[in-house]
């Protein structure tokens, strides 16, 4: 079945750190690839999506580049900052489906002053 | 502003009791989902629905019902909760053929 992999369970940084949360998916066709972003005591919120291969997501800072050939979706940011303390997830929307969100595990982001 | 809500926000259970988690969305919102997060899981599908009075399986619907009384609120009922269903559990609500999901704040369930 249709499924997403993020490398990192954890992240720390330091504030101005250069970020990169990896994601990598397997589903058919072109599925519609996310990320959200989850602060502590609330749901998760739409960072960006993207829905053609090499299209570009971007959103506060944070980038992602849709790359069929490598079925990726990495997320990353020049310099993070401590607000952007959060868990990170990539999903998809597969081709064939309304509306239906897989999740990855999602990366807990950590940005110390 | 879009908003789901949820309620209630915490709950302890004790094992083979029922629990109802209510959900209540201003959206206006067609879809309607429910959720639960665990970690290293991420956040797993269990029941959604489109229409008022219709609810569908998602990924993990075992153990759980939902129920759909009208447009705006969305139920999950566990009628025998176990201690494996001690997550968080999310509400979240969409237009039809929408890409984004409205999430609501979740509640804490711990079964004992």
């Known amino acids: 079945g249709d499924s997403v992999t993020q490398t990192e369970g954890q992240v720390a940084l330091s504030e101005e750190d250069f970020l990169t949360i990896h994601c990598n998916y397997s589903?058919?066709?072109?599925?519609?690839l996310f990320w959200y972003v989850q602060y502590p005591g609330e749901g998760p919120q739409l960072l960006f999506r993207?829905?053609?291969?090499?299209e570009k997501g971007s959103s506060r800072g944070f980038e992602a580049t849709y790359d069929k050939g490598t079925t990726s979706f990495h997320l990353r940011k020049a310099s993070v900052q401590e607000s952007d303390s959060a868990v990170y997830y990539c999903?998809?929307?597969?081709?064939?489906?309304?509306?239906?969100?897989?999740f990855g595990q999602g990366t807990s982001l950590s940005v110390v002053p | 502003e879009a908003a789901v809500t949820q309620s209630p926000r915490s709950k302890v259970a004790v094992t083979g009791g029922k629990v109802t988690l209510s959900c209540h969305q201003t959206n206006n919102h067609d879809y309607m989902y429910w959720y639960r997060q665990d970690t290293g899981h991420g956040l797993r599908l269990i029941h959604y629905s489109y229409v008022a009075d219709s609810t569908e399986k998602g990924d993990i619907p075992d153990g759980y019902k939902a129920s759909r009384p009208s447009q705006e609120n969305f139920s999950l009922i566990l009628e025998l909760a176990s201690l494996s269903q001690t997550a968080v559990y999310f509400c979240?609500?969409?237009?039809?053929?929408?890409?984004?999901?409205?999430f609501g704040p979740g509640t804490r369930l711990t079964v004992l």
């Open positions: 999903a998809l929307i597969p081709s064939s489906s309304f509306s239906k969100l897989v």
């Open positions: 993207a829905s053609r291969d090499k």
């Open positions: 589903a058919s066709g072109y599925p519609t």
């Open positions: 979240a609500s969409s237009d039809a053929g929408a890409y984004e999901q409205y």
